[in-house]
């Protein structure tokens, strides 16, 4: 069964792209491309998480955030296979349960199969 997300679709924008770059002294320059995942850092996801939660993230900022820390966690994944019941996924995955990504994984699960 086929369902039609296309009205879930979005992308990040500059400005959230900017701020948190900025915010977590990302690399950011122009030729960059889909920096929400070359950004991403498995190392890094109790960071990305906190400020997912802190309630400092306008929307666009939490969604871009959000497109990083799940690839940030695909690629703890893909390092440490233990990384999938560590309790830093659990935790990640009930923040996931959003409206900020529920389009996003769909697409995960499309590309990734």
Not at 2 to 28: Q, V, Y
Not at 58 to 78: K, Q, V, Y
Not at 89 to 101: I, L, M, Q, S
Request: glycine share 2%; charged share 30%; with cysteine.
């Amino acid at each position: 069964m086929w369902i039609n997300l296309e009205h879930c679709w979005r992308c990040p924008t500059r400005a959230a792209i900017d701020a948190l770059a900025l915010r977590f002294n990302l690399r950011n320059t122009r030729d960059m491309q889909d920096w929400e995942y070359e950004v991403a850092d498995a190392k890094r996801i109790d960071e990305f998480l906190a400020a997912y939660e802190s309630g400092e993230l306008n929307d666009d900022e939490r969604f871009t955030l959000m497109e990083t820390l799940l690839e940030s966690c695909c690629d703890a994944e893909m390092y440490d296979k233990a990384f999938l019941s560590s309790d830093v996924w659990k935790k990640n995955t009930g923040v996931a349960r959003t409206k900020y990504c529920a389009a996003y994984l769909h697409g995960l699960v499309l590309v990734r199969h």
